[in-house]
T-cell receptor, first 114, second 115 residues
């Protein structure tokens, strides 16, 4: 149980376009989802915390107008990278919270902006 | 503030050797949780263990063992008789209810097991 999926698993887009990444909790309802970004050979950095039905809370330094997060249901959160640039190329990982101390991570989405 | 330090950036061992990955954490909370994850080249995080702050018992799972010591704020991970499949990046992480249960990850230790 407690499976989290992400779609797509990888995506290549052109600079200036927008790309949407979906994060789904497949067999549980998650009131809170988290979005992380990981650059090569670096750790996971929290971008934002998303609660169902409310606005996401962004970490310092993360542009909320560039990284749009929507958590419309208890099983789905989306991250839209708007007007993507090559420096946005990264590995994006979501996680969904089942209980206070339990987070289940998705398999990640590798974004390449050309 | 929460902080996790993994001082070892890269480790190389020869197959069948034992290896210990260090993790030191900082928190002012009395209730917190510690985790270890494995990240193979595919990128997907693989959950290894979760420990709460009230449970200092060491744990063994097959070739894996964990040593939790609150006195030194450490949660070290040992792989016994390492295998090539153990090659990956390993992350230690901390979460606490007082900080919204978000995960604070260490910088990771890249382990290479040489056949």
């Amino acid at each position: 149980g407690a499976v989290v999926s992400q779609h797509p698993s990888w995506v290549i887009c052109k600079s200036g376009t927008s790309v949407k990444i979906e994060c789904r909790s497949l067999d549980f309802q998650a009131t809170t989802m988290f979005w992380y970004r990981q650059f090569p050979k670096q750790s996971l950095m929290l971008m934002a915390t998303s609660n169902e039905g409310s606005k996401a809370t962004y970490e310092q330094g993360v542009e909320k107008d560039k990284f749009l997060i929507n958590h419309a249901s208890l099983t789905l959160s989306t991250l839209t990278v708007t007007s993507a640039h090559p420096e946005d190329s990264s590995f994006y990982i979501c996680s969904a919270s089942l209980a206070r101390y339990e987070q289940y991570f998705g398999p990640g989405t590798r974004l390449t902006v050309t | 503030a929460q902080k996790v330090t993994q001082a070892q950036t890269e480790i190389s061992v020869v197959e069948k050797e034992d290896v210990t990955l260090d993790c030191v954490y900082e928190t002012r909370d009395t209730t917190y949780y510690l985790f270890w994850y494995k990240q193979p080249p595919s990128g997907e995080l693989v959950f290894l263990i979760r420990r709460n702050s009230f449970d200092e018992q060491n744990e063994i799972s097959g070739r894996y063992s964990w040593n939790f010591q609150k006195s030194t704020s450490s949660f070290n991970f040992t792989i016994t008789a390492s295998q090539v499949v153990d090659s990956a990046v390993y992350f230690c992480a901390l979460s606490a209810p007082n900080t919204g249960n978000q995960f604070y990850f260490g910088t990771g230790t890249s382990l290479t097991v040489i056949p």
